[in-house]
């Protein structure tokens, strides 16, 4: 299991510890530190936090799973790009720390099982808007905009400047044949991107 935020790596995994059936053999704090103990250790089941950004986790769990370990992705939002990525990575899941501790256990167990653990609402929209013809990096920026996210907060938690940022929404708007960007974010919700 990997999670950076320790109370919530320890929590998760006292909380694993208590369902029978289920063993947890580590616990580290970074996607890195996961694949190298996955390397070492070769648990059955990776659990791997990924809070949504640009970051590694979809890229550690790929070669996780090559490894022949399973890996689920636990999220507190969920993109379709990400959906997509994660699905053709050969990642056996991707569910939403808001799930129910049963259904959380029960995605475990498939996952063990060799199934694979997508929420169907989530894989049906990522799998038919395929169409979307914005970046990976476009669509994050996008994604943070349309929760309200200032160009300034955006580039924070991207690692951007700010006129990176405001490139991207130029870009996105033009790709999109938007009139502005609250027009781009209206088009991207009516085409169920976001």
């Known amino acids: 299991m990997s999670d950076d935020l320790h109370l919530s790596r320890f929590s ?50 790929e070669k996780i799973a090559h490894l022949g370990c399973r890996s689920i992705l636990l999220t507190t939002t969920v993109a379709r790009p990400v959906v997509r990525q994660a699905f053709a990575a050969g990642i056996g899941g991707v569910v939403e720390r808001s799930m129910p501790p049963r259904q959380f256990f029960e995605a475990i167990r498939r996952v063990h099982q060799g199934e694979r653990v997508f929420d169907m609402e989530f894989t049906v929209a990522a799998l038919s808007n395929s ?16 929760r309200g996210d200032t160009v300034v907060e955006i580039a924070a938690r991207m690692h951007l400047s700010q006129g990176t940022v405001r490139n991207y929404l130029s870009s996105m708007v033009a790709k999109l044949g938007a009139r502005n960007r609250i027009d781009a974010l209206r088009i991207a919700r009516d085409a169920r991107w976001i």
Do not use: Y
Request: glycine share 4%; net charge negative; hydrophobic share 40%.
């Open 131 to 146: 169409d979307c013809p914005l970046s990976r990096r476009e669509f994050s920026v996008l994604e943070h905009a349309s």
């Open 12 to 61: 998760l995994a006292a909380l694993l510890e208590q369902h029978e059936g289920i063993r947890v053999v580590g616990s580290v704090d970074s996607n890195f530190d996961a694949l190298e103990f996955a390397e070492q250790h070769r648990p059955d089941v990776v659990i791997i936090s990924f809070e949504g950004e640009e970051n590694d986790a979809i890229a550690i769990s």
